[in-house]
């Protein structure tokens, strides 16, 4: 099992920057990629970015150039750097692992709330 714990967040105005972070604990030699998904209200959660073990990452389209995504693996801490905010990333942000064997990330924190105040 994999406990994780999102930290930050929080209110900010558009064009301004936030960062949040997770904070992971158990068996984390079975994960091999950690990610940020989001939900705002009356819509589906979005996946916003992802990063393996090895360090690659993946940005969906929307966040390329925005936001920044990164780990400590030595603390099993993931970080989002969130700039140049908009109205839009307003939304719960999750944070999330995926398991070597999984194609799925199965593990979830409990959100922390994003506003973007335009």
């Known amino acids: 099992q994999v406990q994780l714990v999102e930290s930050g967040g929080g209110s900010v105005q558009a064009g301004g920057s936030l960062s949040v972070s997770c904070a992971a604990s158990?068996?984390?030699?079975?994960?091999?990629?950690m990610g940020w998904y989001r939900q705002a209200p009356g819509k589906q959660r979005e996946l916003v970015a992802f990063?393996?073990?090895?360090?690659?990452?993946y940005y969906a389209n929307s966040m390329k150039g925005r936001f920044t995504i990164s780990r400590d693996n030595a603390k099993n801490t993931m970080y989002l750097q969130m700039n140049s905010l908009k109205p839009e990333d307003t939304a719960v942000y999750y944070c999330?692992?995926?398991?070597?064997?999984?194609?799925?990330?199965?593990?979830w924190g409990q959100g922390t709330q994003v506003t973007v105040s335009s």
């Open positions: 158990g068996s984390m030699a079975s994960i091999n990629a």
């Open positions: 990063i393996t073990s090895s360090g690659s990452t």
């Open positions: 999330a692992a995926r398991r070597r064997i999984s194609n799925s990330f199965e593990y």
